[in-house]
């Protein structure tokens, strides 16, 4: 494992993946367990590596819980979506000492509510970005649009990416003073290519040129189907943007 020090905290890296770092590193694991007092871990495949290094150290054990899908593993993902549901299925079942519920929608969704509290997830104070700032990215990128859009994030299934698509590819022909910018993954970003000229896909930004970017715009979208806390519309909040969300899980919060 490589590690490092962040913060003063000390960070153990496994390189196997979210799936197999427990059993390649096992026996590495379970030693930096065995001098803790308290075992947090979270949703889906760390929790249940997380329970069994607590019950075989005997430590105390906490779950975060970041979203709970129940049946709509199978909505989204059809019948692959069975791994993922049984693994949810058993673990939220299984004894924690405490679970946390990042939002009220997901707490909601955890069946042992006596055990959980909801907590929801910090975001880190972001700069508020100069006019200047502000002025030179808006005339570098899309300048000559009256009203800007802006997705940025993850791409999965349940965030309504190809929703919001379809509806622009319909709704931008008729409002040329319109653009919608995406900040994507460098990858997804250059597979777009649209006759629509008003939808501008950039690689992703820098977290520290994030801010500037949201701020720049005159509307950020959060389309998504279903969110257990919604990382994009409380980073759009904290900055005082306008934002155009759609109601799911825990969105309204």
Known sequence: AKQEERNGYQIHRFFWGRYFFGLFGFFSILRLVRRADIVHTSTIVSGMYGW????????????????????????????????????EFVLLRLWFDSLIGVSQFTTNRIP???????????????????????????????????????????????????????????????HPEAACVFLLPEREAQRISWEVPQIIAYPHVSSEDLPTWIASVDTVIVPSETEGFGFSAAMTCSLWQRILSSDAGALPE
């Open 52 to 87: 069994l290094f607590a019950r075989l150290t005997e430590n105390k054990v906490v779950l975060t819980v970041h979203e709970v899908f129940e049946r709509d593993w199978f909505r989204y993902f059809g019948w692959k979506g069975l791994l993922g549901y049984t693994l």
């Open 112 to 174: 042992q509510k006596n055990q959980t509290t909801t907590i929801y997830n910090g975001v880190a104070e972001l700069p508020n970005p100069s006019s200047s700032e502000i002025m030179t990215l808006r005339e570098q990128y899309f300048s000559g649009f009256s009203h800007v859009f802006l997705y940025f994030g993850r791409t999965g299934r349940t965030k309504g990416y190809s929703f919001l698509l379809r509806t622009l590819l319909d709704w931008l022909p008729h």
